[in-house]
């Protein structure tokens, strides 16, 4: 898939999640949506950004969809990559 193509959806997806028009009210409200926006083209562009991500999932799933541990490289490119494990600790409430 290209960078464009990848970049399409990522502006798809954020521009479907509600009316950014309305929520823009201030500035202070702008600049943390583009903060939001920066997190997100850094994550969806590893190899640009340097930023880690998720590589892989090992285990069972739970009723929410989350896998047993997850597999994460510090940065596109790496020859290694770690493994973190879920843990019964929740924060906030819990989905299905």
């Known amino acids: 898939m ?22 823009l009210d201030t500035v202070k409200d702008a600049k943390e949506h583009i903060e939001k926006l920066e997190n997100i083209l850094r994550k969806a562009f590893p190899e640009n950004s ?31 990559s770690v493994v973190y494990e879920k843990t019964d600790h929740v924060i906030g409430g819990m989905g299905s």
């Open 50 to 80: 340097g930023h880690y991500f998720i590589c892989g999932e090992l285990g069972n799933k739970d009723n929410n969809g989350l896998p047993d541990k997850i597999e994460i490289c510090p940065a596109y490119g790496c020859d290694f």
């Open 2 to 23: 290209k960078i464009t193509e990848r970049l399409d959806i990522v502006a798809d997806n954020m521009w479907n999640r509600g009316n950014w028009g309305s929520d």
